[in-house]
């Protein structure tokens, strides 16, 4: 198989390759197939023709995984236009305010965001457009009202003769061209909007192929997407390595539970299994623990003779809970509890654990299975320079740093923040800490910056929530931290102000749960707080009267 350095030429040239295969499925409900995918994809790039849409041009879309989200993200691109994927658990003002800081012209939502967005909110779009069944949803100009009316009759008229494998051309994509940008968080001030070039994408493309797919994959088998399309490490590795593989790949278009990932993992039998750790250890927990950790289990487990035996049962009966077909289980985003690790390391069950950064679009590492060190994220992917600062990296912890294709031009409109992640060397520094062996491998120690990750992976930042409780009754200064799979808010609260309106201790914790209910209904809900605790004395703070946040990690 020819490795393409041409993002759209490895779109082209699967679509072409597999046009009768099925390519996206939405579970349990409709399948496109490659051919299908080509033509919709047609159909938007006259929609944004007919209004003017040129190359370089923003274009955000935001929702729920789904197979026309995976549509609208190609066509945007293939025409050559940037892309601004928006998570779609932001609420409305997060997805405005990274509407309006792209530029974004257009502005493509699901069927829950639709709901809660206000067009007001964004007076630079020029319409938005819902993509269940791509109608407009709000038009600000006639051209775009009028090509959406009149599409089917356009597309008859630019081809009379239907719509066939030569006719998929699209934009020719430069290395250090802008194609993506993805944005770290939703909140004015505190908005990174992470640029990637094309050359970004294909690396971490060609790099799946390459070490994992050409060796151990075959074409037209099946993936499924559990991982938000709006975050790179779901975008790249799930939904762009499938479909330019020739994939066929399911969407959980609705928040999954582990019941229903479970029976989608029976149902779809994936050939690779990509996945943050919160799913993999509720699996394990709930369907594996229970029937291994009784007496006689326990029993069978410790006699030498039979020991091999039985864990290669149990190997066999996890292998099936995930569908009984992967080559291996890729797991990222977050660490893995370390108790799931050892006990999947003990069966020799096959999965590995990668590390990346949206700054890398996201791949920094990764090894295969077979060879993975336990406890480690893999050793440098290709084409990646990794380096750790420290006078004895195999030793002594030091800030994780690397540099190569995979890395973002910078943020968008933020040369201050570009500065401060890229030095003049071009390392990108990444604000976590850990030390690498001899052979490559990279162990991860901790993180440098305040930067907390929920269990699903999701980038959690603590400034910004304390940011809206400080504003909140009762509160001179909070702090949040990370339990667990949990964010708790360890709060200061105003007493001069609460003797004056003659509030008990009691008064301030309803008033502080009241403030913790209004915070959680206004963040994303994998940010959501899940307690606030009074902190009786003022937090040490710096000189620069930033709190000492190290002291309040394990309060």
């Not at 990274?98 to 530029?103: A, L, Q, R």
């Amino acid at each position: 198989m020819k490795l393409e350095k041409s993002f759209n030429r490895i779109i082209a040239n699967s679509i072409v390759a597999n046009w009768d295969y099925d390519a996206l499925t939405d579970y349990k409900g409709v399948t496109l197939q490659y051919k299908d995918v080509a033509r919709k994809i047609e159909k938007l790039h006259i929609m944004m023709e007919q209004i003017g849409v040129e190359k370089g041009d923003k274009i955000a879309l935001c929702g729920r995984n789904s197979a026309h989200w995976g549509v609208t993200f190609l066509a945007i691109l293939s025409y050559g236009a940037v892309a601004v994927p928006i998570l779609h658990e932001f609420n409305a003002e997060q997805i405005h305010n990274i509407v309006n800081h792209s530029e974004a012209r257009l502005l493509f939502v699901g069927d829950v965001v639709a709901k809660s967005i206000d067009a007001d909110k964004m007076p630079y779009i020029e319409g938005i457009v819902y993509m269940p069944d791509f109608s407009v949803f709000m038009s600000r100009t006639e051209k775009l009202t009028y090509s959406r009316e009149h599409l089917n009759e356009l597309f008859g008229i630019k081809y009379p003769r239907a719509f066939k494998k030569e006719n998929v051309t699209y934009h020719e994509d430069q290395e250090e061209e802008l194609a993506v940008i993805n944005y770290t968080s939703g909140t004015t001030g505190f908005s990174k909007g992470v640029m990637l070039p094309y050359r970004s994408l294909v690396s971490n493309i060609n790099f799946i192929f390459e070490r994992l797919a050409i060796p151990y994959l075959k074409p037209h088998t099946n993936m499924l997407s559990i991982l938000p399309m709006a975050h790179m490490y779901g975008m790249a590795v799930e939904f762009l390595f499938s479909f330019s593989y020739g994939m066929h790949l399911y969407f959980l278009t609705r928040l999954p539970s582990p019941a229903i990932i479970a029976q989608a993992f029976a149902d779809v039998k994936p050939s690779l299994i990509v996945a943050v750790p919160l799913i993999i250890e509720k699996i394990i927990r709930k369907k594996v623990f229970p029937k291994i950790q009784n007496n006689m289990m326990r029993l069978l487990l410790n006699m030498p003779v039979i020991n091999k035996k039985v864990k290669q049962k149990i190997c066999e009966q996890v292998y099936e809970a995930f569908g009984g077909n992967a080559y291996e289980m890729i797991i990222g985003g977050a660490a893995i509890n370390q108790e799931v690790e050892a006990f999947l390391k003990s069966i020799d069950f096959p999965y590995t654990v990668g590390y990346g950064t949206t700054e890398c679009a996201p791949l920094i590492s990764y090894w295969d299975w077979k060879e993975y060190a336990m406890g480690s994220c893999g050793r440098p992917v290709d084409r990646m320079e990794v380096r750790i600062l420290s006078s004895d990296p195999a030793h002594i912890e030091g800030e994780i740093v690397t540099r190569g294709a995979n890395m973002m031009l910078g943020y968008y409109k933020n040369e201050e923040a570009t500065r401060e992640a890229i030095d003049e060397d071009g390392w990108y520094h990444t604000g976590d800490l850990g030390t690498m062996d001899s052979q490559g491998n990279i162990f991860i120690r901790g993180r440098k910056k305040n930067m907390l990750l929920s269990a699903n992976g999701q980038n959690v930042y603590p400034e910004e929530i304390e940011d809206k409780l400080n504003s909140m009754a009762m509160v001179s200064e909070s702090i949040v931290v990370q339990r667990g799979e949990k964010f708790f808010a360890l709060v200061h609260p105003d007493y001069d102000e609460a003797h004056n309106m003659g509030f008990s201790d009691d008064d301030l914790v309803n008033i502080m749960e009241q403030n913790r209910q209004e915070l959680n209904a206004s963040i994303p809900a994998y940010s959501k707080v899940a307690g606030i605790e009074i902190h009786k004395e003022e937090f040490a703070k710096t000189p620069k009267k930033s709190i000492k946040r190290y002291l309040y990690q394990d309060a």
